[in-house]
């Protein structure tokens, strides 16, 4: 379930114009006398009244100081303070002023929280990571992160594949000298994860492990957690060292941290007509 909130506007189609075309945000649905808003997974609504709410404060977040600047530079005319770091909240904040005169507020958590991603954000922004803070991941997120991974569908449901937990520098700095540059990624980060399929279970090994391994990087990314997918690793050395069965199947060993930036830049992608094959 989701929510809406609401607010009484006597200009709605400034309005629109304005939360449309110069905050990003897409028309979720219009009726009647009233328009509603979709900014990630925030739902705002405004409909046409003889007075205006001017109370309160509507808030977008970004993942980066940098979008919060890019936003500044965009509302310079309108803003009625400058970009700054708030100690209190630890956040980075600036105010401005919407057509009708309500305050609205462009912020980063300058430290992690938990995710918020909708959707469409969660499979269009999920990047891949190899550096990370250092930070250690609380139980209670990977708990979550794992949890939402027992969904993974496998082939007959047969639930055929695991996860092994490395936390053991010695072990981490093994699996990072591998591949050379591909594997590095895991020496960057407090821990990672092998997804695994055991053949006695199912006869689709690598297709049930690498969709349990997709699904373990999406659950990260929407726990705010990043991922990188290292191949290559279904190897007799790396098997040995996780203590997995030389006969099971090795997906990935991923990296898993708090990244150290979450990339801005998406990168270059072909158009949708070269992927759809009439």
């Given at each position: 379930?989701?929510?809406?909130i609401?607010f009484?506007t006597?200009?709605?189609?400034?309005?629109?114009?304005?939360?449309?075309?110069?905050?990003?945000c897409?028309?979720?649905?219009?009726?009647?006398?009233?328009?509603?808003?979709?900014h990630?997974?925030?739902l705002?609504?405004?409909?046409?009244?003889?007075?205006?709410?001017k109370?309160?404060m509507?808030?977008?977040?970004?993942?980066?100081?940098?979008?919060?600047?890019?936003?500044?530079e965009?509302f310079?005319?309108?803003?009625y303070?400058?970009?700054?770091?708030?100690?209190?909240?630890?956040?980075?904040?600036?105010?401005?002023?919407?057509?009708?005169g309500?305050?609205i507020?462009?912020?980063y958590?300058?430290?992690?929280?938990?995710?918020?991603?909708?959707?469409?954000?969660?499979?269009?922004?999920?990047r891949s990571?190899?550096k990370?803070?250092?930070?250690d991941?609380?139980?209670?997120i990977?708990f979550r992160?794992?949890?939402?991974?027992?969904?993974?569908?496998?082939?007959?449901?047969?639930?055929s594949?695991?996860?092994?937990?490395?936390?053991?520098r010695?072990t981490?700095?093994?699996l990072?000298?591998?591949?050379?540059?591909?594997?590095?990624?895991?020496?960057?980060?407090?821990?990672a994860?092998?997804?695994?399929?055991?053949?006695?279970?199912?006869?689709?090994?690598?297709q049930?492990?690498?969709?349990?391994?997709?699904?373990?990087?999406?659950?990260a990314?929407f726990h705010?957690?990043?991922t990188?997918?290292?191949?290559?690793?279904?190897?007799?050395?790396?098997k040995?060292w996780?203590?997995?069965?030389?006969?099971?199947?090795?997906?990935?060993?991923?990296?898993?941290?708090?990244?150290?930036?979450?990339?801005?830049?998406?990168?270059?992608?072909?158009?949708?007509?070269?992927?759809?094959?009439?």
């Open positions: 379930m989701s929510g809406i609401f009484k006597k200009m709605l189609d400034k309005i629109k114009e304005f939360y449309l075309d110069k905050i990003g897409s028309l979720w649905l219009e009726q009647a006398d009233c328009a509603i808003f979709k990630g997974n925030m705002v609504g405004f409909c046409t009244r003889d007075t205006a709410d109370e309160g509507v808030t977008f977040f970004y993942d980066t100081k940098e979008e919060v600047d890019q936003f500044y965009e310079k005319d309108i803003a303070s400058e970009p700054a770091s708030n100690d209190k909240y630890n956040i980075y904040q600036f105010f401005a002023h919407d057509p009708e309500r305050a507020e462009f912020q958590f300058d430290h992690p929280v938990d995710r918020y991603l909708d959707g469409r954000a969660l499979l269009a922004g999920r990571i190899r990370f803070r250092e930070k991941i609380p139980e209670e990977l992160v794992f949890e939402t991974c027992r969904f993974a569908p496998t082939s007959m449901n047969t639930q594949y695991y996860f092994k937990v490395i936390k053991e010695e981490l700095d093994k990072a000298g591998t591949r050379g540059e591909s594997s590095k990624p895991i020496g960057n980060a407090p821990m994860v092998a997804i695994c399929c055991d053949p006695k279970l199912t006869k689709r090994v690598e049930d492990g690498c969709i349990g391994a997709y699904h373990f990087l999406l659950a990314w705010g957690l990043g990188c997918w290292i191949a290559a690793m279904n190897r007799e050395d790396v040995t996780l203590d997995v069965p030389q006969d099971h199947y090795v997906a990935t060993v991923t990296p898993l941290g708090y990244p150290e930036k979450y990339p801005v830049v998406t990168p270059e992608r072909k158009d949708m007509d070269w992927f759809i094959r009439m």
